[in-house]
């Protein structure tokens, strides 16, 4: 029983780090039609602007990751601006941005060095690690339970954005159909811009989320990328809802993996899972067929 109790506080644990990356990188896909190779720096740069603001600025612990997911999505403005608003409309954007971005990337990454060093760093926003409660005869900390209670509220939050306000229906009829979408008069531009915040803000929250329980370096976000992306092409690039559910369970089965072989077979059972369901479904598990006619 404690085994199968440490299998479930694990896997909704590493689930709610993945849906928060793969969120993201799943919101601007479905919008624009882009991989954004450089969603890993924002997640570091957020992680990284939470520790200065609490740090350096001496704020309080939890005005760290409010100011983090403000920057971060004004980045995200900045990178649709000064890139990606200049070439969406031209022939061959869904492979030029990828080179773009990862141009940015690695902007971002030597900026990030130049400024913070390359030694890692403890993230500080979060409550005590020592702190915690029982389940059985396993200690959870409350950290955990931080991380799983903000990654459960974007998600919402997110949820409702698209659902029930102007801005998400905006988004989805963007998604569904540009071309659709402009000739009923929605500002497509405003939408992408949007978008890019939006992808901004949550890139914020998930470095912030995966650096209080592990350290903050400058090239920590390519691994929660990496899974982000495993995680979109599971649960269908561009299906939000998707997204979250095959997070939890990839998340899920990781942790049996890791348990059940060791920690350095939990990723490449990832990398098989992803092989089986693109051989299964090549739009993703909860993706939808599409049919172009010529």
């Known amino acids: 029983m404690e085994s199968v109790i440490q299998v479930i506080v694990s896997g909704l644990l590493l689930g709610a780090m993945y849906a928060v990356s793969a969120v993201g990188l799943s919101l601007i896909w479905g919008a624009l039609g882009m991989l954004n190779m450089a969603h890993g720096s924002l997640l570091t740069i957020g992680a990284y602007l939470c520790y200065s603001a609490i740090v350096q600025a001496g ?13 971060s999505g004004l980045l995200g403005l ?27 990337a690695m902007v971002f990454e030597n900026v990030v060095l130049k400024i913070y060093g390359a030694y890692p760093v403890a993230q500080p926003f979060g409550v005590d690690r020592s702190q915690g409660f029982q389940i059985s005869t396993v200690f959870v900390p409350w950290q955990n339970f931080v991380i799983i209670a903000v990654s459960a509220a974007l998600m919402i939050a997110i949820a409702l954005i698209l659902r029930a306000t102007r801005m998400g229906r905006a988004i989805r009829a963007t998604a569904q159909s540009r071309e659709a979408a402009l000739l009923m008069g929605v500002p497509v531009g ?22 209080s329980i592990t350290t903050l370096a ?6 929660p990328m990496m899974k982000a992306f495993i995680v979109c092409v599971v649960g269908g690039l561009g299906n939000v809802p998707g997204a979250f559910i095959a997070a939890f369970l990839l998340g899920l089965i990781e942790a049996i993996v ?3 072989a060791g920690t350095r077979f939990g990723y490449p059972a990832l990398l098989v899972l992803v092989i ?9 598990v909860f993706g939808r067929r599409v049919v172009t006619r010529v």
């Open 59 to 71: 704020l309080p612990n939890g005005l760290g990751l409010p100011i983090a997911m403000i920057a």
């Open 78 to 104: 900045v990178i649709y601006f000064a890139v990606v608003h200049w070439m969406y409309r031209r022939q061959g954007f869904e492979t030029n941005i990828i080179l773009a971005t990862i141009g940015l």
């Open 190 to 211: 405003l939408v992408f811009a949007q978008v890019m915040a939006l992808g901004g803000v949550v890139a914020a929250v998930s470095g912030v989320m995966i650096s």
């Open 218 to 223: 400058p090239p920590m976000g390519y691994d």
């Open 258 to 260: 890791q348990f059940g």
């Open 276 to 284: 089986i369901a693109l051989l299964w479904r090549p739009y993703g």
